[in-house]
């Protein structure tokens, strides 16, 4: 199993919808929903209830969520201590903001670390 799939669940699980799920992962909406079938046929079990309004976690899924959140952090944490070895940050800096900051001051900070630290990912949300 790869740590796509379970990052492909998680965000299924979190946003209640492959399409919205697809999105913020800038992956095909066949691709999240071929992985979450795999998953679940591997695990033997329903992951999610589906429904006309979007998914909702089983028993199981919850419980696959719980281990696939534990997982990813330390996967995450895995690849910043081997990135410290090599001297490289990285990892994922989640930003909150107002729409003008956002809008504003953002893009250039961002762009500029970028530039000395490429392997950073950043998410922004901004209301």
Not at 63 to 74: E, F, P
Not at 90 to 111: N, T, Y
């Amino acid at each position: 199993m790869h740590a796509s799939i379970l990052k492909y669940f998680a965000e299924v699980a979190r946003s209640g919808s492959i399409r919205k799920a697809s999105d913020e992962l800038h992956v095909a909406t066949s691709a999240v929903s071929r992985q979450i079938k795999k998953l679940e046929d591997e695990l033997g079990a329903p992951l999610f209830e589906r429904f006309s309004d979007g998914l909702r976690l089983t028993a199981a899924g919850e419980i696959v969520l719980k281990h696939a959140k534990d997982t990813l952090l330390k996967y995450e944490i895995m690849k910043s201590d081997l990135g410290d070895l090599q001297g490289k940050c990285a990892g994922r800096v989640h930003i909150a903001s107002l729409d003008s900051l956002a809008i504003q001051f953002l893009p250039e900070f961002v762009m500029g670390f970028h530039r000395w630290h490429p392997a950073v990912d950043f998410r922004i949300r901004y209301d």
